[in-house]
């Protein structure tokens, strides 16, 4: 078992491990029996995940001893929304669960981030833990404790910053992903070699065919990615500073979704497109060469991702990024690539932003 802890300096007893083990799904019962939980716990999931490994997770926290209340969600991006948040709190208090009982997060980013928010919030906090069943959520969003839900204006404008109690990573569960959702997720994990590490992002250009099935190089990759993840959310937990960084192509992302009522992409695709725009955005400010754009360009095709902008009228895309959470004082901030592993933060006016999306949007 490999295991990488989330320090969080400024809080030490809200730190955690991440545990990434093929098969590690039927061990979640005995973990949660080793952080110190027991009793009842809440199992949130959908109905295609419940259907898929569902029931080993509840097979092992039954037999930890455990007593599971199962509530599941509607499948889909569009469902990250307070209605549905509500249904879980409306389950919750039915069951009359306490502020002890855990709650576990099993699936993709969608349910992470909708049960997150409910267990901040649920009796102003209880405990819970992430077990992501998609690669996407296996290296990005079910660490970091960025919790929320979705407004129709804009995407996780509703959400607080709460950590789980640790996160369960079993590899061996992607084997059930079709292959469009596994291309997605590697749209975060290409992001992580912009950000931080070029010599990873070396090797994903090295081992692009390895990537496309859970083999070695995707369990290194999904490591790798944790491990940065970890330490940027050790230096800059609530995104303050450093950690902003993790956004790279998400403020073009995160309007893409938006104006596309959240069901035209994956997320991952939105931020494979959006990365595409922000490395071309670096390049026209002069941040960064053209070449830079162009790799990161290039690597995303070749794992099979969307990289060129959706026809959307311009005005609808800057209308979103308008409200984004990332806008300071009128003037919106964006993760600018200066190289290949070197980001910078940067705020640009919006006449310029809007002058590139008149050229980049059709």
């Excluded at 419940?50 to 199962?70: P, Q």
């Excluded at 990365?275 to 830079?292: D, H, P, Y």
């Excluded at 308008?322 to 705020?347: C, E, N, Q, T, W």
Aim: glycine share 10%; hydrophobic share 40%.
């Amino acid at each position: 078992m490999r295991t990488i802890n989330v320090e969080l300096e400024q809080r030490q007893e809200r730190s955690y491990p991440i545990y990434i083990e093929r098969g590690i799904l039927d061990e979640v019962g005995p973990g949660l029996g080793r952080l110190g939980l027991k009793g009842r716990c809440a199992l949130v999931t959908n109905p295609l995940v419940r259907s898929i490994c569902g029931e080993r997770v509840i097979k092992s926290l039954e037999g930890a001893g455990f007593d599971v209340l199962t509530v599941e969600v509607k499948d889909g991006e569009q469902y990250k929304i307070l209605a549905e948040a509500s249904m879980i709190y409306d389950r919750l208090i039915e069951e009359k669960l306490e502020r002890s009982t855990p709650i576990v997060a099993l699936g993709g980013g969608v349910i992470g981030d909708i049960t997150g928010f409910v267990a901040a919030t649920y009796l102003r906090g209880v405990p819970y833990v992430q077990v992501p069943t998609t690669l996407l959520a296996q290296v990005d969003s079910s660490v970091g404790g960025k919790t929320g839900v979705n407004h129709p204006r804009g995407k996780n404008l509703i959400g607080a910053f709460y950590q789980p109690r640790a996160v369960f990573i079993d590899p061996d569960v992607l084997k059930t992903l079709d292959k469009s959702e596994l291309r997605a997720g590697l749209a975060e994990v290409v992001k992580y070699g912009v950000i931080w590490d070029e010599g990873f992002f070396r090797f994903l250009e090295e081992n692009t065919q390895g990537l496309s099935a859970v083999e070695d190089a995707l369990v290194r990759a999904i490591e790798r990615s944790c491990e940065i993840k970890a330490h940027v959310v050790k230096e800059d937990e609530t995104e303050k500073g450093l950690r902003s960084i993790l956004n790279f192509g998400h403020t073009f992302a995160h309007a893409i979704e938006a104006v596309t009522g959240y069901t035209r992409y994956k997320h991952g695709e939105a931020v494979s497109m959006g990365m595409v725009l922000a490395a071309s955005f670096s390049a026209r400010l002069g941040v960064c060469e053209e070449t830079v754009a162009d790799r990161i360009e290039n690597l995303l095709k070749t794992l099979g991702l969307p990289v060129e902008a959706p026809e959307l009228r311009y005005e609808a895309i800057l209308g979103a990024m308008l409200v984004d959470k990332k806008v300071l004082s009128g003037r919106m901030r964006f993760v600018l690539a200066k190289k290949i592993g070197d980001v910078v933060l940067r705020d640009v006016q919006r006449e310029e932003v809007e002058a590139f999306l008149r050229k980049a949007a059709r």
